[in-house]
């Protein structure tokens, strides 16, 4: 069971706005450390689409944009592609001693 | 350009052992963490381990704790990831990652580990 929980899955049909929630808690998320996204095209490596809650590194389209508020982040994508289809995971920093760097469950954009 | 090239796949018997490598180019290897993740088929990531290749300093998640190595070479910019006592659900593909501020900044190919008599 994942420390970051996202949906399983979001649909959009091309052009509208999907957003991807990660929820955490207080030693994560909550505590105040940053959350990265992570794009993962089927059959590839992850890719860093969003770092520091929401900042795009060079190459990633501005239709992708990140934010945090709380114990929760959201990933918001607009203008939804066919490209975009694709897994996307969340990623903190845990104050735990059994895993510091913790991922989401990941979710499934179907366009 | 900054790369990280990972080995190829690998076909391992139960109780055996694996090492893979990450070799990188393009930026100072000793600047940054060089971190290791598992993704089990159909299933999502999960952080093994880091290795800081200036002091060679490393830390673990607690469930590879014991089973799983992982060092750097200076000499030839490569981190290694070793898992030992191999099961079958070690069968995953494993990706090196660059660190940036606690994110995964740059990632490998990904090595795919396959378990099986």
């Known amino acids: 069971q994942s420390v970051l929980t996202q949906p399983p899955s979001v649909s959009g049909a091309p052009g509208q706005r999907v957003t991807i929630s990660c929820t955490g808690s207080?030693?994560?998320?909550?505590?105040?450390?940053?959350v990265h996204w992570y794009q993962q095209l089927p059959g590839t490596a992850p890719k860093l689409l969003i770092f520091?809650?929401?900042n795009r590194p060079s190459g990633v389209p501005d239709r992708f944009s990140g934010s945090k508020s709380g114990t929760s982040a959201s990933l918001a994508i607009t203008g939804l592609q066919a490209e975009d289809a694709a897994d996307y995971y969340c990623?903190?920093?845990?104050?735990?001693?059994?895993?510091?760097?913790?991922f989401g469950s990941g979710t499934k954009v179907t366009v | 350009e900054v790369q990280l090239v990972q080995s190829g796949a690998e076909v391992k018997k139960p109780g055996a052992e694996v090492k893979i490598s990450c070799n990188v180019s393009?930026?100072?290897?000793?600047?940054?963490?060089v971190h290791w993740v598992q993704q089990a088929p159909g299933k999502g990531l999960e952080w093994m381990g880091l290795?800081?290749?200036?002091?060679?300093?490393?830390r673990y998640a607690e469930k590879f704790q014991g089973r799983v190595t992982i060092t750097a070479d200076t000499s030839t910019d490569t981190a290694y990831m070793e898992v030992s006592s191999l099961r079958y659900e070690d069968t995953a593909i494993y990706y090196c990652?660059?660190?940036?501020?606690?994110?995964?900044?740059?990632w490998g190919q990904g090595t795919l580990v396959t378990v099986s008599s």
């Open positions: 990652a660059r660190d940036r501020s606690n994110s995964f900044h740059l």
């Open positions: 393009g930026y100072t290897f000793t600047d940054y963490y």
């Open positions: 290795v800081d290749p200036e002091d060679g300093e490393t």
């Open positions: 207080s030693s994560n998320i909550g505590a105040g450390y940053d």
């Open positions: 520091a809650n929401n």
């Open positions: 990623q903190s920093y845990d104050s735990s001693l059994s895993a510091p760097y913790v």
